[in-house]
T-cell receptor
Framework: SQQGEEDPQALSIQEGENATMNCSYK?????LQWYRQNSGRGLVHLIL?????REKHSGRLRVTLDTSKKSSSLLITASRAADTASYFC????????????FGKGTKLTVNP | KAGVTQTPRYLIKTRGQQVTLSCSPI?????VSWYQQTPGQGLQFLFE???????NKGNFPGRFSGRQFSNSRSEMNVSTLELGDSALYLC?????????????????FGSGTRLTVV
């Protein structure tokens, strides 16, 4: 079963607004990663947050991690039409499994 | 620097045939992983290779196999294709190695190979 589960499944906002996506997971992790996928293309790595970190920023992206609740959120500020894509969280589980477990993703639409 | 290169981009095959997909990782990356993406099952891990050794395998039938060459390039093969094998196959490379410090490395994905089985 999928480790990460994103919420909401779909999100539609206007340009300039903020978009928040949430992710929940089940087991202990080394890190949690967020990826973006434009329609039918490859995944683009956005940000990685380690299990001992609580918040991380990269440009207009802000990621939080709450290991006690096994949850993470991705905030995109001042969204642009070009941010329209699907966003996936992926967990890198402890134990050296060397694989990512992805959620189903959040489809974000930013309307101009 | 060049990204992860997957070939071919698109492929149409008939049920029962076999297919080989290729992935060239970023120079210096020794870890190569493969994922299958379908609308129903989402992104699922197939296998991961490091220094020509398969370190982990996902829950896929034996028809799915792979290998890695000494230059870190990887191939995956699917034999006796079924309609349900139609998917986007993604390859990812990483600096991850055997050390615990590898926990800080993410993955770089290729654009994928879109396989359609008819």
């Amino acid at each position: 079963s999928q480790q990460g589960e994103e919420d909401p499944q779909a999100l539609s906002i206007q340009e300039g607004e903020n978009a928040t996506m949430n992710c929940s997971y089940k087991t202990s992790i080394n890190n949690l990663q967020w990826y973006r996928q434009n329609s039918g293309r490859g995944l683009v790595h956005l940000i990685l947050i380690r299990s001992n970190e609580r918040e991380k920023h990269s440009g207009r992206l802000r990621v939080t991690l709450d290991t006690s609740k096994k949850s993470s959120s991705l905030l995109i500020t001042a969204s642009r039409a070009a941010d329209t894509a699907s966003y996936f969280c992926a967990t890198d589980a402890q134990g050296g499994s060397e694989k990512l477990v992805f959620g189903k993703g959040t489809k974000l639409t930013v309307n101009p | 620097k060049a990204g992860v290169t997957q070939t071919p981009r698109y492929l149409i095959k008939t049920r029962g045939q076999q297919v080989t997909l290729s992935c060239s990782p970023i120079s210096g990356h020794r870890s190569v992983s493969w994922y299958q993406q379908t609308p129903g099952q989402g992104l699922q891990f197939l296998f991961e290779y490091f220094s020509e050794t398969q370190r982990n395998k996902g829950n896929f039938p034996g028809r799915f196999s792979g290998r890695q060459f000494s230059n870190s390039r990887s191939e995956m093969n699917v034999s006796t294709l079924e309609l349900g094998d139609s998917a986007l196959y993604l390859c990812a490379s990483s600096l991850r190695g055997w050390s615990p410090g590898a926990a800080g490395y993410g993955y770089t994905f290729g654009s994928g190979t879109r396989l359609t089985v008819v």
